[in-house]
């Protein structure tokens, strides 16, 4: 097995391990890996972002939900618009891709991840106030807030079709920003919503850009252990998470990585441009 290969599946299992609890499944993270060290192209990445996405999501999805953590009366709402994001999503990337260039995403990514830094270190140094006002319980939430929600869970699962990436980190933080949530029921009704989401997701870019014939040809049956080994790498993330480490200290590793990845994103700009 080559080094590169090694190095990806270490980064892989290890980021799904770590940020599974915050509610993230590492998505920001994977396209990068498989891009940059994997060596596929963009279309390619997208989809086994995706796919890494569902394997860890699930396992993420199954600890929350154990620990009673997901709303999901509030969560199915924004299922739907999620679908149908998705759905656009891959479209528009597939256009993209096709009549412009893959730098299109590149730029896409690199701003997301531009986005994602400063939530996180408004978060780190305490000037985000989100979470410090009361909790909104699903019966206080209005016809306004709802119908809110679900425009945001469009742009989430849009994102999320684009690029690969993203949802989790847009959907905790709308959870935080509308309902005020504590981490842990943001991160557990994220997953519920991105389990849904990303089988949709994968089925749009298996049919729309056909990379499902290249996918299999790089991954073969090896396909089937990552099925089996990252829900329970990340399923054991949340756990061990849940009850001994506070989500605040998975953060700094977190910014590190998605700052390396912006970098990487902004040195390939420039060298295309």
């Known amino acids: 097995m080559e080094l590169e290969i090694i190095l990806a599946i270490s980064l892989i299992v290890t980021t799904a391990f770590l940020f599974s609890p915050l509610g993230l499944g590492g998505g920001v993270l994977y396209m990068p890996i498989l891009h940059y060290i994997v060596g596929w192209d963009i279309s390619l990445s997208v989809l086994g972002s995706l796919i890494l996405i569902l394997m860890v999501s699930s396992g993420s999805r199954m600890a929350h939900m154990k620990g009673g953590y997901a709303i999901i009366s509030v969560g199915k709402h924004g299922v739907l618009p999620a679908l149908i994001g998705a759905v656009s999503g891959t479209i528009m990337s597939y ?159 977190f910014l590190l990585a998605v700052f390396g990845s912006l970098i990487r994103y902004i040195l390939d700009i420039f060298g295309i441009i």
Not at 108 to 122: C, D, G, Y
Not at 166 to 172: K, Y
Not at 197 to 205: A, E, F
């Open 95 to 253: 256009f993209l891709i096709v009549h412009v260039g893959d730098f299109t995403i590149k730029i896409a990514a690199s701003l997301l991840l531009i986005w994602v830094i400063m939530r996180t270190m408004k978060q780190i140094v305490g000037d985000n106030r989100v979470g410090e006002t009361k909790e909104i319980s699903p019966d206080e939430i209005t016809s306004e807030i709802m119908n809110k929600y679900k425009i945001l869970c469009f742009v989430a699962g849009m994102v999320s079709g684009a690029l690969g990436m993203g949802s989790g980190m847009l959907l905790v933080t709308f959870h935080r920003t509308l309902f005020s949530w504590k981490p842990h029921y943001t991160a557990g009704t994220s997953a519920h919503i991105v389990m849904l989401m990303i089988p949709v997701g994968i089925i749009s870019h298996l049919i729309i850009d056909g990379t499902g014939v290249q996918f299999w040809r790089e991954m073969g049956y090896f396909i089937i252990i990552f099925a089996i080994m990252m829900p329970l790498v990340s399923w054991l993330g949340s756990r061990t998470a849940i009850k001994l480490i506070p989500q605040r200290l998975l953060t700094y590793p």
